[in-house]
């Protein structure tokens, strides 16, 4: 099966902390995301990466870094968490196939709350 | 923006009967899959259609695209309690983006 972890469930930070969420998956997929998930919109991408090292803007990337240091890990960084970034963090990874006939395979999530 | 949108938000029914949730999206898709999320969770994939099809069957699920309208729809046969959860469609465009699109949902409860 598939797996995909994330480091934490839940996290609580105080604004301005630095907070780093880690995502593995052990399926050397090429392709990882991270999203994240507010009520009634849905989920929104933040960044995600292709291959290590690379990285692409999502739709909302301002307040966010990516790091992707080895292919099976891909870490999202809050530089200076702030209340606005309170929120249920989705990351997720998938093959790169031809067609882009690829579905996604994703983490438990966190839930980190900004206070 | 939202690429694309579920209609209902939220579903009510009674076990044994059918689901249906609706999705639209605004511009052109290389295929679109739905996704279920029990509360708290991540999403898991349920099925995907690709753009040159027009139907598809995966157990219970009965899944329709018509690119012309622009719209998808999932069935759910049969309901059970345990089929209570998120749906949401995601679109993958035609121009090469490897992300998906996400809607924002439609809430389904199952009621036993």
């Known amino acids: 099966d598939v797996k995909v972890t994330q480091s934490s469930r839940y996290l609580v930070k105080r604004t301005g902390e630095k907070v780093f969420l880690e995502c593995v998956q052990d399926m050397d997929h090429e392709n990882m995301f991270w999203y994240r998930q507010d009520p009634g919109l849905g989920l929104r991408l933040i960044y995600f990466?292709?291959?290590?090292?690379?990285?692409e803007k999502g739709d909302i990337p301002e307040g966010y870094s990516v790091s992707r240091e080895k292919k099976e890990r891909f870490s999202l960084i809050l530089e200076s968490a702030s209340t606005n970034q309170t929120s249920m963090y989705l990351c997720?990874?998938?093959?790169?196939?031809?067609?882009?006939?690829?579905?996604?395979?994703f983490g438990p999530g966190t839930r980190l709350t900004v206070l | 923006s939202q690429q694309g949108e579920e209609d209902p938000q939220a579903l009510s029914i009674q076990e044994g009967e059918n689901a249906t949730m609706n999705c639209s999206y605004k511009t052109s898709i290389n295929n679109l899959q739905w996704y279920r999320q029990n509360s708290g969770r991540g999403l898991v994939h349920l099925i995907l259609?690709?753009?040159?099809?027009r139907e598809k069957h995966s157990g219970r699920l009965r899944v329709t695209l018509d690119t012309s309208k622009k719209s998808s729809s999932l069935l759910i046969t049969a309901s059970r309690a345990a089929d209570t959860a998120s749906y949401f469609c995601?679109?993958?465009?035609?121009?090469?983006?490897?992300?998906?699109?996400f809607g924002s949902g439609t809430r389904l409860q199952v009621q036993p």
């Open positions: 259609i690709r753009s040159n099809e």
């Open positions: 990466s292709y291959d290590v090292k690379m990285k």
């Open positions: 995601a679109t993958r465009g035609d121009t090469g983006r490897r992300a998906l699109t």
């Open positions: 997720a990874s998938s093959f790169l196939l031809a067609g882009g006939y690829n579905e996604q395979f």
